[in-house]
């Protein structure tokens, strides 16, 4: 199956910093700020340490940290530094080493309870992060940074908005001028269903930050959710007006160009945002997708080798490569190894599955495709067209019976879908 890109939903969080330019900025990231940076005008060598830690001079940082740590020897501040290079550097057991010597010699520090959180977090345990981040709040009840920090988390990873509701408002009761609180209680609220509401916290936090699109981004993403193309597109041509290079404005214009069967304007948005950011291979697959619509078929092949170039564990790209190589029967064992690798890459999406299964189909292996097409209707979302290629594999194993059941479901989910209900016709049913 040809798989779509679904844009995620960007959040909020305010970073931290010495300046207060910097600190205005609602600013796109997945895990909370690390604490390090409140301290970025900080004298000495931990102050060094963080500049280096800003600059991804991990070498430096870590010789400023220890140089602080050896001056201080009871403050956690240079530990919680050291693990933060760690954990920049992918060294999980470092981190975690240097943060239980911080946390043992700081129970009652908020500030180690956040580093901690962000341990969890990177480490894909959100539960732990916010058993972390209730501490540090316990300890801090007025922390806003800890309450921004928690709200991001309830909505991005916990997938609970209304748990995210009291913490942004709570930040909100101290500085209603506060633009990433607006903007984070917008996108708990929209994904409370209250689009309404949500909509008035996005303009909020617009005319707070007048410099910052993401507060206009939001609500095009809420528009295109409920369906209103032309809203969506004017409130991203405001976004854009902010800050004309903005990667995500100008993929999801592409996007809706592209979901409304535009795909040389799709192209175009794609193109101007592979131009800002050119390491990204995001644009570079979304210009895939485009030049795919556009049956440009050696172009997108180009652009989703391209994708994986700058990002190899893209793993729509592997699919949608396997997909145009089975159609165009060209290279069957390259195209079964790219499925395989976005089945592996990508575990839980059905339509990976799918296009793995069919492609096994086609090289007769069918045991393995019945086993694979089984698994992919059993995930989300559940299509008519990974009904039907199971009924085709059942049908070929000589298994009737299941075959009917599995168009019969196809019908039910797509009434109009035409493949499954010839077969059902060919089959008297």
Excluded: C
């Excluded at 409140?38 to 991990?58: N, S």
């Excluded at 809420?222 to 597109?233: P, T, V």
């Amino acid at each position: 199956m040809l798989a779509r890109f679904e844009s995620a939903v960007l959040l909020g969080l305010v970073l931290a910093s010495a300046g207060a330019a910097r600190a205005e900025l609602i600013h796109p990231v997945e895990t909370p700020a690390s604490p390090v940076a409140e301290h970025a005008a900080a004298p000495g060598p931990y102050g060094r340490g963080v500049q280096a830690l800003e600059r991804k001079d991990f070498d430096s940082a870590q010789r400023a940290f220890a140089e602080a740590a050896k001056m201080d020897p009871r403050s956690a501040e240079p530990l919680i530094g050291l693990a933060e290079v760690a954990l920049q550097r992918r060294q999980a057991k470092e981190a975690r080493e240097w943060l239980d010597k911080a946390l043992k010699l700081a129970p009652k520090s908020a500030q180690v309870h956040v580093a901690l959180a962000r341990y969890h977090l990177v480490d894909g345990k959100p539960a732990k992060a916010e058993a972390e981040l209730k501490s540090a709040l316990a300890l801090e009840p007025g922390n806003v940074r800890v309450q921004m920090a928690l709200g991001d988390l309830y909505v991005n990873e916990l997938k609970s908005p209304i748990q995210a509701l009291e913490h942004y408002r709570a930040v909100i009761a101290r500085d209603a001028r506060n633009g990433a609180a607006h903007y984070g209680l917008g996108m708990a609220l929209a994904g409370t269903g209250k689009a309404a509401l949500a909509e008035e916290e996005f303009r909020t936090a617009a005319g707070i930050s007048p410099k910052n699109p993401l507060p206009l981004l939001a609500p095009g993403r809420l528009y295109s959710g409920q369906g209103q193309a032309d809203k969506a597109l004017a409130a991203l041509a405001d976004a854009l007006a902010r800050q004309p290079g903005f990667v995500a404005a100008l993929t999801d214009r592409g996007d809706l160009f592209l979901d409304r069967g535009d795909a040389a304007p799709a192209l175009k948005e794609y193109r101007l945002a592979a131009r800002s950011a050119p390491k990204s291979g995001l644009p570079q697959l979304k210009i895939g997708m485009a030049l795919h619509a556009l049956a440009r078929l050696d172009e997108a092949e180009a652009a989703y080798r391209g994708a994986i170039a700058l990002d190899p564990r893209m793993a729509l790209a592997y699919n949608n490569l396997a997909w145009m190589y089975f159609e165009r029967g060209k290279d069957p064992a390259q195209a079964l190894a790219w499925a395989r690798k976005a089945v592996e890459l990508a575990p839980l999406a059905a339509a990976f599955h799918d296009t793995l299964g069919w492609i096994l189909r086609g090289q007769g292996e069918l045991a393995e495709a019945e086993k694979v097409l089984v698994a992919a209707v059993k995930m989300k979302p559940e299509t008519a067209e990974t009904w039907h290629h199971l009924g085709v594999v059942h049908l070929e194993r000589k298994d009737e019976l299941k075959a009917i059941a599995a168009f019969r479901r196809a019908v039910a989910i797509r009434k109009d879908y035409a493949p499954a209900r010839d077969a059902l016709a060919k089959l008297g049913r």
